[in-house]
Antibody
């Protein structure tokens, strides 16, 4: 069974750093792209970027380029999303997701989400 | 602001048919890129409903169907049921965004 299990909820202060994780299981982790999606409170889905764990090829949406870093450790089948200096506007639910096919980029499996709250 | 526009809300009585539009442009849907649809029930992660414009994953009822024409796509729900009340999002690839996928603005479906 394909599963993406994300790390738990985080409460941080503005300016702090953070790295959240997404562990894949039940499939070949290095053979599928992993994407990250943001959902701010009461708002829609936003595509942040994707990574191919096989070679760490990473592509960011222009809105998130330079704002976050996406990485992966294929030895432990885990992808990461990190911030070096959080802002209150980073408060959101973050989902990791498996990209079913590289040519269409549709998502067939989603993680349960990690809620990040940034507040002073 | 997303480059894929959806109506904020649609509603229908149980048993009725509703459609949700997803309007794009020549750099995304109109360029021939596939459209996919997701359902997000309250408090849960999204779920894939339609991929490749009109394909249903295993387990998705055939009440859900997708189509695409020109620079737009549509999701139709026939025989509307109470459990269909959710948010729905389209997704496609956009060549004007340095090669990035994008989600639609989202549509809330209310079952009256």
């Amino acid at each position: 069974e394909v599963q993406l299990v994300q790390s738990g909820a985080e409460v941080k202060k503005p300016g702090e750093s953070l790295k959240i994780s997404c562990k894949g299981s039940g499939y070949s982790f290095t053979s599928y792209w992993i994407g990250w999606v943001r959902q701010m409170p009461g708002k829609g889905l936003e595509w942040m970027g994707i990574i191919y764990p096989g070679d760490s090829d990473t592509r960011y949406s222009p809105s998130f380029q330079g704002q976050v870093t996406i990485s992966a450790d294929k030895s432990i089948s885990t992808a990461y999303l990190q911030w070096s200096s959080l802002k209150a506007s980073d408060t959101a639910m973050y989902y990791c997701a498996r990209i079913a096919a590289a040519d269409t980029e549709h998502i067939d499996y989603w993680g349960q989400g990690t809620l990040v709250t940034v507040s002073s | 602001q997303s480059v894929l526009t959806q109506p904020p809300s649609v509603s229908g009585a149980p048993g009725q048919r509703v459609t949700i539009s997803c309007t794009g442009s020549s750099s995304n849907i109109g360029a021939g890129y596939d459209v996919h649809w997701y359902q997000q029930l309250p408090g849960t992660a999204p779920k894939l409903l339609i991929y490749g414009n009109s394909n249903r994953p295993s387990g998705v009822p055939d009440r859900f169907s997708g189509s695409k024409s020109g620079t737009s796509a549509s999701l139709a729900i026939t025989g509307l049921q109470a459990e269909d009340e959710a948010d729905y999002y389209c997704q496609s690839y956009d060549s004007s965004l340095s090669g990035s996928s994008v989600f639609g603005t989202g549509t809330k479906v209310t079952v009256l």
